[in-house]
């Protein structure tokens, strides 16, 4: 990594001007990649329209495509059919990039605890600030926005080497203690033959 | 593999296109023919049949009866009822000139539901059938797309069955998990 060596679990963070202009830059001008879902995607727009104008933060555009953005925001349920999806544009995305995962469904798996909706993304994806609600009022997501910028000022370096210290997730574990207690103790089956595939 | 009753699927007993043709029958004559009787369950008329006499008897309520709209395709798990069959399969049928609707429902059991395909009949079935496979397990013979519809192609279980858990079996977090340091 080309830049002066800064190594921030030794040194701690030490700011020099050119980290404090960088994220002064970078906060201010966060594109998001609207990852929106479901509900929480309607409340997103809304967000970004006249009323609650999300631009005058620096977002102003949401370009749909990952290549250009820095901030992507996970709005609305996650099924286990878009999960991969979701991880694929994650990885498109260029250094630096933060996400925000908007809603109950996001955050984790709000009411559909089912089998098909994974129960929060960051136990898959690295998550910065999480909004609960359901859906959150434009007003909570420009507030998350606010506070995305403050962490941003406050722990970011222009070479963005804070995010190389962050290599352990943070989320809930894949499997928790109920779903392994699910796994481990199924419901007896009367159909023994339930996997098969048919012959056509 | 098209089944046999595709040759003439398109057309009427009568030689007609079943989309110009007026109903010639109604639905208590065929009824009485095949001896089964109409039940009435707050103002939705319901008919179970055999599987055996099953595409048959669809054709003709397409062809003489008028059904000529297939609204849904559903099955019931009757597995905590305790009685003989598991799968009532329900078929709904819409008479679009006259307005009438019948609910048809065959009865398939494991360990191998499987019944013929209604697409060469209803091209409405193509999705219907598949979100039943997808969710149920009930293998339309002659289908000519048989994957799933809703979970992911890999999924293994058939999830409204009533034995799959409704939180499922682990399935929705099997996903490698990202980390900051290495995106």
Known sequence: MAGPAVNPTKDGFFFTQLDAAANWARANSLWPMPFATACCGIELMSTAASKHDLSRFGSEVMRFTPRQCDLMIVAGRVVMKMLPVLQRIWLQMPEPKWCISMGACACTGGVFDTYAVVQGVDRFIPVDVYIPGCPPRPEQVIKAILDMQAQIKKTGTVWASEFAARSVATGPARFDGEEVYRIKNPVPLTNKDITYTPKH | ?183
């Not at chain 2, 009435?40 to 003709?60: H, N, Y």
């Not at chain 2, 809703?150 to 990202?178: A, C, T, W």
């Open chain 2, 1 to 183: 593999m098209v089944p046999s009753y595709v040759a003439a699927s398109y057309e009427c007993s009568t030689g007609e296109s079943f989309l110009t043709a007026k109903a010639s029958r109604s639905l208590e004559e065929l009824l009485a023919a095949w001896g089964i009787s109409c039940h009435e369950f707050r103002g939705q008329s319901q008919v179970t049949i055999p599987a055996v006499k099953f595409v048959e008897s669809m054709k003709q309520l397409r062809d003489e009866a008028g059904f000529d709209m297939l609204s849904d395709v559903t099955v019931a798990d009757l597995l905590e009822y305790g009685g003989e069959d598991r799968y009532r399969v329900v078929y709904q049928l819409v008479n679009i000139t006259t307005g009438k609707r019948l609910e048809v429902r065959v009865l398939v059991n494991d360990p191998e539901p499987k019944l013929p395909s209604m697409y060469y009949l209803w091209r409405s079935a193509d999705w219907l059938e598949r979100e039943a496979y997808d969710m149920f397990g009930i293998v339309f013979e002659g289908h000519p797309n048989p994957k799933r519809l809703l979970m992911p192609e890999e999924f293994q279980s058939f999830p409204l069955r009533k034995d799959y858990p409704l939180k499922g079996r682990g399935e929705r977090h099997n996903f490698p998990v990202i980390t900051r340091a290495e995106s």
